[in-house]
């Protein structure tokens, strides 16, 4: 099991039913969860099973670093 399930979104995000059904899943399980920009120069999208309010955040080590340790942004 694990304790946080990170989805790296890219420009097709949205239409990978897979990872759409896996977030479904972790939000159904009450499972904490965060996305990510697979890319800084592209338009990454975010899961279709995301929540409107579900923040994309940069994929930088300090990000990353405080994103596991539970810190969250809701901007």
């Keep these: 099991m ?3 399930v990170i989805v ?3 420009e097709y995000t ?3 039913t897979g990872v759409g059904k896996k977030l479904s899943v972790t939000k159904k399980l ?5 996305l ?3 890319y800084s120069y592209k ?3 975010k899961p279709i099973s995301a929540d409107n309010n579900d923040k ?3 994929w930088t080590w300090d990000n990353l670093k405080a994103l ?8």
Excluded: S, T, W
């Design 2 to 4: 694990c304790n946080v």
């Design 8 to 10: 790296i979104c890219g």
């Design 14 to 16: 949205n239409r990978a």
């Design 30 to 34: 009450g499972m904490p969860y965060f």
């Design 36 to 38: 990510l920009y697979g």
């Design 43 to 45: 338009n990454c999208i």
């Design 56 to 58: 994309m955040y940069k």
């Design 68 to 75: 596991l340790n539970g810190e969250r942004r809701y901007e």
